[in-house]
C-alpha cells in the first residue's frame, strides 16, 4: 500500500513522537517548510516537554493518531528524533493507520514506527529528514522531494557523484526495504515490535556509539539471526562512532568486517543516509534492487501515487 504523492500546497501535520524540540527551531523549521509551498499543521503536543520527552506518552500517541484520521493532513512529519516512539507503540491502533494512509516520515527513534508502520500495515514509510534537520542541504532537499513527490514511478537511490558507495560483493539481490537506527531495530528484539529481516534487505545507520557498542549491537543481531535471515545489507552513515586513539578498541571498519563482512552476505556501505548529510530519503517496506556489482540500488516500484 502507497499514499498520495505530495504536492505543493499540500499540509504536512507536524508531531513530536520521542524527544523534545525548541520552540525557535520549531518555528523556524516550519517556516522553511512554508517556504517551500506547503501548509503546516500542528500537533496539539509539539512544544510539550517531560524532561527527555516531548511531553507525556497519551498526548504523544494522540498527536499521532489525529494526524492519520485529520482530512486535512496528507503528510506526517516527525519533528526530531532522541528517544520515547518505543514508550507509545502499544498506544497507537495500527488499523486506523491503514485505514488512513498517508506518507509518515523521520529517521532514528522514529525507525520503530517506520519499520513497524510498513510490517503490521503494509504501507511504505520513509527514511528521511524531519522538521528540525538542514532542508538547506541541496541533495538532502533534492531526495525529500523528488521521493515523496515524484516517486511514483520506480528510480534509483545514489549519492552525489563525488561520494562514492562500496560494494563487497559481485551479486545482484531483491527484496523488501527494511531498517534504520541500530540502536533502535535491536531495541525491539523480543517484543512484539520487532524488526523482520526474513528475506529482505537491512538497511542499519547510527550515530555517537563507540565500536564496542556496534560490535554489541551487531552481535545482538547475529544471535537473534537477524542479519543471517536477511538477503542483502545496507551500510549508511556511522557518524561519530569513531575514536581518536585505538589501544584497547577495534576500530569500526574492524568491526563491520567481523559482525558483517564473514557473513558473506550482499553489502554495500557508505550509502548517505543516515545522522549527516547529505540525507537521502529510503521508502521503507518497498521492493528494491541491490545491484553490488555496479553499486547501484534501485527501487523496483512506486513508493506513492
Known amino acids: 500500500m502507497i499514499a498520495s ?9 507536524l508531531i513530536s513522537p520521542a524527544g523534545p524540540e525548541t520552540a525557535d527551531k520549531i518555528k523556524e523549521s516550519i517556516e522553511l517548510l512554508k517556504s517551500l509551498d506547503f501548509n503546516i499543521k500542528e500537533g496539539k503536543h509539539i512544544y510539550d516537554k517531560l ?39 502499544p498506544l497507537i491502533d495500527f488499523n486506523i493507520v491503514k485505514l488512513n494512509p498517508k506518507i509518515f516520515a523521520g529517521f532514528s527513534d522514529i525507525t520503530t514506527f517506520l519499520n513497524n508502520i510498513a510490517l503490521k500495515c503494509n504501507l511504505i514509510t520513509f527514511h528521511s529528514p524531519m522538521c528540525n534537520s538542514n532542508f ?19 528510480f534509483i537511490i545514489k549519492n552525489p557523484e563525488d561520494i562514492p558507495i562500496r560494494s563487497f560483493s559481485e551479486v545482484s539481490v531483491t527484496g523488501q526495504l527494511v531498517g534504520g537506527n541500530l540502536s533502535l531495530i535491536c531495541s525491539t528484539i523480543g517484543t512484539p515490535f520487532e524488526i523482520d529481516t526474513k528475506g529482505k534487505i537491512l538497511f542499519i545507520e547510527e550515530v555517537g556509539e563507540e565500536p564496542y557498542k556496534i560490535d554489541r549491537m551487531l552481535t545482538h543481531l547475529i ?29 569500526l571498519k574492524q568491526v563491520l568486517e567481523d559482525r558483517i563482512l564473514t557473513l558473506n552476505k550482499p553489502t554495500l556501505s557508505n550509502l548517505q543516509s543516515g545522522h549527516s548529510y547529505p540525507k537521502l530519503t529510503l521508502p521503507i517496506g518497498a521492493q528494491i534492487k541491490m545491484d553490488c556489482k555496479n553499486k547501484i540500488i534501485k527501487v523496483l516500484e512506486p513508493v506513492v501515487y
Open 223 to 251: 544471535l537473534s539471526n537477524k542479519l543471517q535471515s536477511c538477503s542483502g545489507i545496507i551500510l549508511g552513515q556511522f557518524t561519530n562512532c569513531e575514536l581518536p586513539h585505538y589501544e584497547r578498541s577495534l576500530t
Open 5 to 13: 504523492r505530495l504536492k505543493k500546497g499540500n499540509t504536512i501535520g
Open 136 to 154: 538547506l542541504d541541496s541533495n538532502t532537499l533534492k531526495s525529500f522531494l523528488d521521493t515523496l513527490m515524484n516517486g511514483y514511478s520506480p
Open 51 to 89: 524532561g527527555y520527552l516531548a511531553g507525556n506518552d497519551k498526548n504523544r500517541a494522540e498527536d499521532f493518531t489525529n494526524m492519520f484520521l485529520d482530512p486535512e493532513v496528507d503528510m506526517i512529519l516527525c519533528i526530531r528524533g532522541g528517544y520515547g516512539t518505543m514508550r507509545i507503540l
